[in-house]
């Protein structure tokens, strides 16, 4: 036996194909097997286009309409692993990948390994390779299970690089019953506007912990850097616990794992927590009034010091650098 | 309207954590409830209080009878709780602990809604929230930012990579709730001393109608075939900052050509 099928959940955010799934195609190409994606969303032709320069051969497709994306592309799966026989099914450790990874499980009654940071294939068997205690300590699970066996790797655990395929073959799924889970109905979408680079694109990131004080610093400093830097924004659980930023922002062990080029973390102590999404940076710079904080030990260059005082005068002069 | 929460009970963040023999997570000292937990708690008894009666009840599992982060929660204003204890239940995957949940639930009488938090802050697999939902056959809608019931329907303001979507259902529901979503209440004094009191159903899988081969490391169809330390990072330069410590950094960023 041998893994001779893949499958990967396929997401888009407006006709483009996320990155997470480029990462995870690019990847799955190495298992030397079929690869073939599942895709509940719109422009099908221009997604089947864009992963088909990765590697995949086929795209089946399914119109989610006004149900939840990650809950049809579930019921689609379920409805197709029993012709399709998949051995693996990967999926991005995204919102709507865990609602189609949880409802998946349960139906087919299989375990998950999620938090992936690495894959790799025995015969039948994959082992996926997580980061535990802030990412001080790194374990291989093997699944030993019954295939398809079902998979969730982070953002940013890969390299997308595209294979110069051509457009994936897009077979039409028609309507799936995902039952009383495909009730939930999306009434309005709200995009906030968005200024700068997306946070896990974004090759400067300026983050922000409970070290800044108050609300109006992490607007006033963190943002403001930010963006005379042309960065992305970032922030650590701290903060996004106590109501200040959106969970989206959050970079670290729950919330996302980022590795720009520059990092810089203000009033971030460095909780594991935190140290697990951002310690793959290329560069890192803190800036933080308590010299043993743990944020030092993964820094290149630490500032100990008030951030309320070495901010405002670092925004000056970057201000005064770039005009 | 009643509300299930599901919290779970684990080891203080704050003090390094360290692997059994077995690679589960040491669990030997003081539980703690999952700070993630305590948003779905207070989210609880907000919209119990706003239906105008009901109950907040809680559930969680563990292996050892441990309930202290369980009072913790019933001192913020939960009636009850139904806490799955027995040891088989060691070595829980996701699916394994959302069957126990799922039924534990359905033992906590007639329940409207499940709140539950995206992740927990130790094992943080993600998905628990989804496999209760599915396991029970209720719709998910997870990572909420705003939860409101209404004439038997949930309505929530779901966390996008973008800003966030209004999601709705008919209940029952499972909800799960980012942090940060309300401010959680400080157990008073009065409610520290009325959860000695609260009723914790204690229940094995026996009584939940499981086996033991569908919970714990028999469920979970897994091994652990590694561990090892992580290579570490370096640490750099640091400086105590006497008003220039600005000029460090405008430097580090011109190097990098950042400016």
């Known amino acids: 036996m041998s893994i001779s099928k893949v499958w990967i959940h396929v997401e888009a955010a407006g006709a483009k194909v996320t990155s997470s799934t480029l990462e995870l195609i690019t990847e799955a190409r190495k298992l030397g097997a079929t690869l073939e994606g599942v895709y509940a969303g719109a422009d099908a032709a221009s997604v089947a286009a864009q992963a088909g320069e990765y590697g995949l051969s086929k795209l089946f497709h399914v119109d989610p309409g006004d149900a939840l994306p990650g809950i049809v592309a579930g019921a689609a799966i379920l409805s197709l692993a029993g012709e399709h026989a998949p051995d693996v099914v990967l ?61 969730a790797i982070r953002p940013k655990s890969f390299t997308a690089e595209p294979a110069g395929g051509g457009a994936a073959e897009v077979v039409e ?47 006033t400093l963190v943002e403001e850097l930010a963006k005379l830097l042309k960065g992305a924004f970032g922030a650590s659980r701290a903060i996004v616990d106590s109501g200040w930023v959106p969970y989206a922002l959050q970079v670290g062990q729950t919330g996302k794992t980022v590795k720009p080029k520059l990092y810089i973390a203000i009033g971030i102590s460095g909780a594991t927590q935190h140290l697990v999404g951002m310690k793959g940076s290329d560069n890192i710079i803190a800036i933080n009034k308590d010299a043993e904080a743990p944020i030092f030990s993964v820094s290149d260059l630490g500032i100990v010091g008030d951030c309320k005082k070495v901010v405002p005068a670092l925004i000056d002069a970057v201000r005064a650098r770039v005009g | 309207m009643n509300v299930v929460v599901c919290v779970k009970q684990i080891p203080d963040p704050a003090v390094p954590g360290e692997l059994d023999p077995d690679n589960t997570l040491k669990r030997e000292g003081k539980l703690i409830l999952d700070e993630s937990d305590s948003y779905g708690v207070e989210m609880a008894l907000q919209l119990v209080e706003a239906a105008g009666g009901g ?21 913020m204003g939960a009636a009850r709780a139904v806490l799955a204890s027995d040891p088989a239940l060691a070595g829980s995957d996701a699916l394994g602990t959302a069957k126990v949940l799922a039924k534990s639930i359905e ?153």
Not at chain 1, 101 to 121: E, F, I, K, Q, Y
Not at chain 2, 65 to 72: D, W
Not at chain 2, 128 to 153: M, N, R, S, Y
Request: hydrophobic share 40%; proline share 4%; net charge negative.
């Open chain 2, 107 to 259: 033992r906590a009488g007639d329940v409207d809604l499940v709140l539950t938090a995206t992740e927990s802050s130790d094992g943080y697999t993600g998905t628990v929230p989804g496999q209760i939902a599915a396991t029970l056959g209720w719709p998910a809608l997870t990572f909420a930012k705003k939860v409101e019931t209404l004439d038997g329907k949930v309505k929530i303001q779901r966390q996008t990579e973008t800003g966030y979507d209004t999601v709705e259902a008919s209940l029952p529901a499972v909800v799960s709730v980012t942090a940060g979503v309300v401010e959680p209440r400080y157990p008073s004094f009065k409610g520290i001393m009325a959860a000695k009191n609260k009723p914790v159903d204690a229940v094995t899988i026996a009584d939940l109608g499981l086996t033991a081969d569908q919970v714990g490391w028999a469920g979970a169809r897994q091994e652990i075939t590694n561990v090892e330390a992580a290579p570490a990072r370096e640490a750099g330069e640091k400086f105590e900052d006497d008003g220039t410590g600005f000029e460090k950094v405008v430097t580090y960023l011109e190097n990098l050509k950042v400016l």
């Open chain 2, 55 to 75: 109950e907040v009840i809680l559930v969680s599992m563990v292996p050892n009878g441990e309930v202290s982060g369980l009072r913790t929660a019933l001192a």
């Open chain 1, 91 to 151: 999926f991005s450790q995204t919102y709507d990948g865990r609602d189609a990874l949880s409802l998946l499980s349960v139906r087919l009654d299989r375990p998950v390994l999620t938090n992936g940071l690495s894959l790799a294939v025995d015969g039948d068997a994959v082992t996926v390779g997580t980061a535990i205690f802030g990412g001080s300590q790194l374990v291989d699970t093997k699944l030993t299970g019954q295939a398809p066996h079902l998979v």
């Open chain 1, 173 to 219: 799924v028609g309507e799936v019953d995902a039952g009383r889970s495909g009730e939930a109905k999306v009434l309005d979408r709200f995009a906030e506007e968005q200024t700068g680079p997306k946070l896990e694109e974004a090759e400067i990131i300026v983050s922000g912990g409970r070290g800044l004080g108050d609300k109006d610093n992490y607007k």
